[in-house]
């Protein structure tokens, strides 16, 4: 038997950089933070949209996430 069923070695990983990952982290906390105030705030103290569209919307996430509605 020459060949092992599973390989004894494992492949090797290149190291992600701090440069390369800096851009997705930035992107995905302004998302976060987005998301945040689209479900805790608008319509609230603050409204950038019209109406009680996004309110609606929101309104179970807002109890789920344990926000203050109504």
Not at 10 to 31: D, M
Request: charge should be negative; hydrophobic fraction near 55%.
């Amino acid at each position: 038997m020459a060949h092992p069923a599973v390989p004894t070695t494992a492949p090797a990983v290149a190291p992600i950089s701090l440069s390369a990952l800096a851009p997705w982290a930035l992107f995905a906390g302004v998302l976060m933070l987005a998301l945040l105030y689209l479900v805790g705030a608008e319509q609230g103290a603050t409204a950038i949209f019209e109406g009680d569209t996004i309110h609606e919307w929101m309104h179970d996430g807002r109890h789920l996430l344990g926000f203050p509605c109504h």
